[in-house]
């Protein structure tokens, strides 16, 4: 997706994509955190993805609002989609966050209190870097210019709305590709809640902390989580077998430039040795990226990358080597 397209999006994307919280239905704080397994138990317009992102906060549980407000929430993105002229948002999740302790739960719902409504949303194309506050405040039209606050080391967008008594405040943010928003009634409550969310490993499904560290801020670059059975098999499962892995997109400030393998390198296993792996692709170079031994292959119009550091081995598969050369040597040589 390209800077233009998106800045037109966000301009003429003028629908509220948050349900107003007073609107909704969730549990009573007495006895409504039961555990679930949110990552298999997947509700309407959910992908496992998303639901990677309803990470555990002791103390706090997400509860399923009614699955007639998720297609509502649906229905306003299909709206905003025909608006924009194409296929935009990928999938939703709306959950409840109530809290163990019921003076935490400030926020009215129709059957009960909550300390606020998060709303997840995923896109179909991974958004430009570069554009966090224009992504991030997406379907936030009409609610005034926003505070930025930075909480748990994650920039955050708070919008005010002093004529809502359940919906007051929202919380808006972009992480690796997600945009999130929280909604409720009181900030101390909200941002107690909030730091610990943030704070928390945000591990795609198969990911592990190792891999994770990789994917550290990278400036002039964003991470969007990604899933595709062909190339988890291609790059991970047919040279390592069945190893902890991850899959982003990347994208410059021009849009999307790549595709990111991260996976847990077996012992022994060397630049040359995955390379190996990869005959499909054809012989491969070795090349220098970032002080890091790399090699490089190319295939018709792309170009892969590929190499092993700190346990772990890693592919990157662009259309353009220069720009993905950039990125590389901005990636390989992050303080991790």
């Not at 609107?23 to 955190?33: D, F, K, L, M, V």
Request: charged share 20%.
């Amino acid at each position: 997706m390209s800077r233009p397209r998106l800045c037109s999006a966000v301009l003429c994307a003028a629908v509220v994509l948050a349900a107003p919280a007073a609107a909704h239905a969730a549990a009573g704080p007495s006895g409504a955190c039961r555990a679930s397994d949110h990552a298999t138990a997947l509700a309407a317009g959910e992908t496992r993805e998303i639901a990677a992102e309803l990470v555990e906060v002791p103390g706090y549980c997400y509860v399923d609002v009614p699955e007639a407000e998720v297609e509502a929430a649906l229905d306003i993105l299909d709206r905003a989609e025909g608006q924009l002229g194409s296929d935009f948002f990928s999938s939703v999740a709306l959950h409840s966050v109530v809290a163990d302790k019921a003076s935490q739960n400030t926020a009215r719902t129709k059957t009960g209190r909550e300390v606020g409504l998060l709303q997840l949303h995923t896109f179909v194309e991974v958004p430009p870097a570069g554009m966090d506050r224009e992504v991030a405040t997406l379907g936030h039209a009409g609610r005034g210019r926003p505070k930025t606050l930075e909480i748990a080391g994650q920039t955050v967008y708070l919008f005010t709305d002093p004529s809502s008594r359940d919906s007051r405040y929202t919380y808006a943010w972009l992480r690796h590709g997600v945009q999130g928003g929280f909604d409720g009634a009181t900030r101390p409550a909200m941002e107690r809640w909030l730091r610990r969310y943030l704070a928390a490993p945000d591990l795609a499904p198969g990911e592990t902390e190792p891999i994770s560290r990789w994917l550290v801020p990278v400036p002039g670059y964003l991470f969007a989580d990604y899933a595709s059975p062909e190339v988890t098999d291609e790059f991970v499962t047919a040279p390592f077998g069945a190893v902890a892995s991850s899959l982003h997109r990347v994208a410059d400030r021009d849009g999307q430039i790549g595709g990111l393998v991260l996976a847990q390198a077996p012992v022994g296993t060397t630049a040359d040795s995955y390379a190996g792996a990869l005959r499909g692709y054809g012989s491969s170079q070795p090349v220098t990226v970032g002080g890091v031994d790399v090699r490089r292959f190319r295939s018709g119009e792309l170009v892969l990358y590929v190499w092993v550091a700190g346990g772990i081995a890693g592919a990157f598969l662009a259309p353009d080597a220069a720009a993905a050369e950039a990125f590389l040597a901005a990636l390989l040589t992050a303080a991790r």
